[in-house]
Every structure is written in C-alpha cells, then in structure tokens.
C-alpha cells in the first residue's frame, strides 16, 4: 500500500480518536475538526521575564519593525498589484502566486510534509512569542500562551489581554502588532546568511567537495526503479565523475537512449557497481534515469550521517521561503492579519475623522483581497503544474 495513503489513515485515525475523546480532556484544551489547542499560564513567566529585561532594546527593535512593516506593506501590495497586470497582459514575465494546498501545490511526498511542517512550527512560535515580548515590554498583560496541532503542523500562540491592548498608546499597539511579521523578516534573514554559506555550515563535519551525487528519490516507473534506490551515492558513470545534477545531465544528453550504463555507487557504506539501461527523456530530447538528487559531501567523522546536508540545507530552504513570504503576506492590511491594525493605526494618524480612517482601511482590505484572489486564480490556470516540492 501506499505509504501517503497509510500515513492518511493514520492522522484521521488520530483525529477521531481526539474529537470521541475531548469530553474527557482537561479545561485547558480546546478541540475543534483537525486542531487541538492547550492553553496555559505556565509560560508567562518566561515571556515577562524575555520583555521586562530588555525592555529598550525590544522597542527599538519593534519601533523599526513597525516601520518596516509599512514599508513590506507598500511593497507587496504593489508587487501583487505588478504580478497581477503581467498574469492579464505578459504571463511569461509573472510570478506564480499559489496558496499552499496539500496534494494541489503542495507535494504529498514525506520529505516536503516534514520539511513544511517543521518550517511552519518554528514561524509560528518565533511570530507568537514576539508578539508576547512586545506586549510585556509594552506592560501589556499577556492572559495565556499554548500549544496547539493544525492536521499535522505543531505550532504555539500568546493571547495578550485584549482590553489593556485596546489602553495602549497607538505607538504601543503598533509596536505588537508589527512584532510577530518583524521576527518572521528576521528569521529569514539570519536564515539566508546560513544558506549564503553553505560551505561553511557543513565544514565541521563534512568536506566541502562534492565527490558524487545522493539519490533523493527513486521516481517509479523509470529506468532507476528495481536498480536505484534512495540515498545511493552515484560516484561514477561509464567511469565519468558526477558531482552535481547539472553533471548528470551534461553527460547523459550525449548519451543515446536504450544504452546500457555502468554505474558506480556507494551503497549501505560498501562501493558496488550496476549496470542500468537508460530511458528516453519525456521531455526533453535526451536519456535520463528518474531519479531526485543531492551533491554527496562525505562525511569527515563516521558517526555523521550522511544524508544530513540534504535535510538540513531543505529545512532551510523551506523556512526561508515560508518565513519571508508569511512575514510580507502578514503585513498587507487584510481582515485578521497584524498588517490591517498596523496599517489601521497609521491611517488613524493621519486622517482624523475616525469614520473616514476606517473607510479608507476597509477599502484597502477589499482591494488587496482581489489583487490576491486574482493572483492566486490567474497562477493557477495560467500554471496548473505549479507546486512546491
């Protein structure tokens, strides 16, 4: 069976057995279909302690955050509002806009379900707890923080007392608001200057040479099913050095289909050889074998494991993508996002009559709702094989 289709049975199975048993669950969690959250104070005095101690350092930082929140609030909008025009008039020029739809624009595979899931957990808990710190260093209350399981995605939140919220100067309520899309921005800048330097991440434990190729995944149905299989290292081919995917392709487009290929590998931590016969490209006017691959980076101490570049460096990836993306996409002024109070008490600033303020708020609302409707629309029928992972 299916390993996607078992590890479906196993979540729903989890999920009924939570909701037949939330009547016997404590007060502190709260079940609704496919989440489960657990309240608690227990946490409160971590996050007092994080946003008393350093109370300047935190407003200056939110302060900024503030203003570049606005800022990534212009620009997304107009970068939307630019995608949109080239989606109608140029579609080759545009970038697809996609909402993340598992098995749609997500792939069910397990590498990018983990690499997803655990993204999403960290953008959460640095989001959440920033917006508690900010409300600390405020003196705004904090009444609770939790845990809580959306389906798969552990995540966590901080409940800040609405009603001393809603006391705060503006300057104040700016800065939580604006505190959980700042942490998101600086969460993938911090994880951009890893990926910028990836040799030096991994020089400790590995060399910094690639000396052949990692067998990620075994597409079924191609030559490399039966004969391949997942974390292979591919050293050589008919005696060639493969280092990379782009070497890979390089010497098997000067290879005709149907030809019988020697392959050199590592295997289980012993070098075999297998002889493979190569297909022809669907696509593309060359052979192919039908496999995902990952530069190999031998490991300089025994105990590290191989495979851990490939994971680490698509951990990163992914929560570079996911962190700067909900970070911007958080800042646009659009119903229950921080960007529609942020924007809100700027507005409010700046036109006085309150009644106006918040027309020309609700009117931002709609039209960054359609510009991202139409985004989204247009990028999916404009590029229906689009997907992450």
Not at 167 to 183: D, E, L, P
Not at 229 to 252: C, Y
Request: glycine fraction near 6%; aromatic fraction near 10%.
């Amino acid at each position: 069976m299916d390993p996607l289709i078992i590890a479906a049975a196993v979540v729903l199975a989890f999920w009924s057995a939570i909701w037949l048993a939330k009547q016997f669950l404590p007060k502190a969690f709260d079940v609704k279909p496919f989440l489960i959250m657990w309240k608690t104070t227990r946490f409160n005095d971590v996050i007092d302690r994080l946003g008393t101690r350093l109370k300047r350092l935190w407003k200056i930082l939110w302060t900024l955050g503030a203003a570049i929140c606005v800022g990534g609030s212009i620009f997304i909008f107009y970068f939307l509002l630019k995608n949109m025009v080239a989606l109608f008039i140029e579609p080759g020029e545009a970038s697809p806009v996609s909402l993340i739809i598992p098995g749609i624009t997500l792939s069910l595979n397990f590498n990018t379900i983990l690499f997803f899931s655990i993204s999403i957990a960290i953008i959460l808990v640095f989001h959440e707890l920033s917006h508690g710190v900010a409300a600390r260093a405020e003196g705004i209350k904090v009444k609770s923080t939790g845990l809580l399981l959306l389906a798969i995605i552990p995540g966590a939140f901080v409940e800040p007392d609405e009603e001393d919220l809603k006391k705060a100067k503006k300057s104040s309520q700016a800065r939580v608001y604006a505190a959980g899309s700042t942490a998101n921005i600086l969460t993938a800048l911090v994880v951009l200057v890893l990926l910028t330097n990836p040799m030096a991440v991994i020089s400790p434990l590995y060399e910094t040479e690639s000396t052949g190729i990692q067998v990620t995944e075994v597409i079924k149905g191609t030559p490399a099913e039966g004969s391949l299989r997942a974390w292979d290292v591919i050293l050589r081919i008919n005696g060639t050095p493969v280092n990379s995917s782009e070497s890979l392709s390089r010497l098997l487009s000067g290879i005709a289909p149907n030809s019988t290929v020697q392959i050199e590998l590592i295997r289980g931590g012993l070098p075999i050889a297998i002889n493979l016969t190569l297909g022809k490209h669907p696509s593309l006017n060359s052979s192919y074998i039908g496999i995902t691959s990952y530069p190999y980076f031998a490991p300089k101490n025994p105990i590290a494991p191989a495979n851990l570049p490939f994971y680490l460096f698509g951990q990163l990836n992914w929560l570079y993508l996911l962190s700067l993306n909900i970070g911007l996409i958080n800042m646009m002024p659009i119903t229950a996002f921080d960007g529609e109070k942020l924007i809100g008490i700027l507005l409010r600033f700046l036109i006085k009559d309150e009644k106006k303020a918040a027309a020309v708020s609700r009117a931002l609302g709609v039209a960054c709702i359609g510009i991202l409707f139409l985004n989204v629309s247009l990028s999916f029928i404009l590029f229906p094989s689009f997907r992450l992972g």
